[in-house]
């Protein structure tokens, strides 16, 4: 005679239920310690930057943004040149950078070449992120300078009247920094780009194809939409590594404290100007350059806000 079967476990399914649940939350609250942890640490860097700058920011208030003076001998110190060179050069650097590498996320993520081409070309593009920045600074002395010397050179002898180039070209200056900080920013725009769009539900190529639109107006007019939010972060990401950026445009910019609507000129960035002082400043001068960087800190916030409201508006539209 067969043995009864065993009664079955009542309590098991209840018993997984109750661990499963105890491991989400689990995994929730320390998602939420790790975010918590991160909102954290900015809050420290920006506390400690804030103490270190009281006594610039007694001496100067915000007259700091707008003065132009940075005398160390006579402690009088102004930060618009240097604000006016970080944000003039990273601008240029996206003006370059922006349709470069958008259309390099769209070649690399549609079907215009075979795959076997296609992942040795996305392998180089995001090895570019891998080339340290001094080497950048010196290709862009070596190589970068002389060879636009004689483009900058027609341009001031055509357009010289211009004051974007009315300076003679002399070596280093804004614009040899700018075109090799938008080479820098390349791979973040082009990766986070190409999977913005790699990641779009293959129904909307394939709605838009069978309603009769071609391929360039699919791209255009459905694919880039959808991933307009992934293509504004890359951006945003991008921009803050352009003004944040230190070494190679402190090899090329020139380092001069001075404004010019030039080009051409020498300039200067804030954090190549911290990068120059820092090492030798005492007293104030130590207050003013970290002003310098709590301002940096600030405009890189106003851009992530910015970004993120723009963002939500197109999502809404």
């Known amino acids: 005679m067969n043995a ?18 105890n491991l989400d939350r689990g995994f929730l609250w320390t998602t939420r310690i790790f975010a918590y942890s991160i ?3 900015i809050l420290a860097i920006g506390v400690l930057i804030i103490q270190r700058a009281l006594p610039a920011i007694g001496a100067f208030g915000l007259g700091f943004i707008f003065r132009s003076a940075w005398n ?8 618009l040149p240097m604000i006016a060179g970080t944000l003039i050069n ?3 650097a996206l003006f370059f950078a922006i349709p470069l590498g958008i259309g ?36 862009g002395i070596f190589v970068l300078i002389p060879l636009l010397r004689p483009f900058q050179q027609f341009l001031h002898d055509s357009f010289g009247w211009f004051p974007l180039f009315s300076t003679p070209p002399a070596g280093p200056g804004m614009f040899p920094a700018s075109i090799v900080l938008s080479i820098m920013v390349l791979p973040i725009i082009i990766a986070i780009s190409r999977d913005s769009l790699a990641q779009l539900p293959p129904e909307l190529r394939q709605a838009s194809l069978g309603l009769g639109a071609t391929r360039w107006g699919t791209i255009f007019r459905v694919l880039l939409p959808a991933a307009f939010s992934g293509i504004v972060g890359g951006i945003m990401l991008a921009l803050g590594r352009a003004m944040g950026e230190t070494m190679a445009v402190t090899m090329l ?10 080009l051409f000129a020498p300039a200067n960035t804030i954090a190549s100007l911290i990068a120059n002082q820092f090492a030798e400043a005492s007293g104030l001068q130590v207050a003013a350059l970290m002003y310098a960087g709590l301002v940096l800190f600030a405009l890189t916030f106003v851009v992530n806000v910015l970004a993120e409201s723009i963002v939500r508006q197109v999502k809404k539209f």
Do not use: C, H
């Not at 009864?4 to 649940?21: D, G, S, V």
């Not at 160390?72 to 930060?79: F, I, L």
């Not at 910019?253 to 030039?262: E, I, Q, Y």
């Open 253 to 262: 910019v020139g380092n001069s404290n001075r404004l010019s609507a030039s």
């Open 104 to 139: 390099s996320a769209i070649f690399l993520s549609e079907d215009f070449m075979p795959k076997a081409v296609r992942t040795p070309l996305v392998f180089l593009v995001e090895l570019l992120a891998a080339i340290p920045s001094v080497v950048y600074g010196l290709w």
């Open 4 to 21: 009864p079967p065993a009664p079955k476990n009542t309590f098991q399914l209840p018993r997984r239920a109750a661990i499963e649940l």
């Open 72 to 79: 160390p001998v006579q402690d009088d110190y102004g930060a």
């Open 39 to 41: 909102a954290f640490v």
């Open 90 to 92: 990273s601008a240029i």
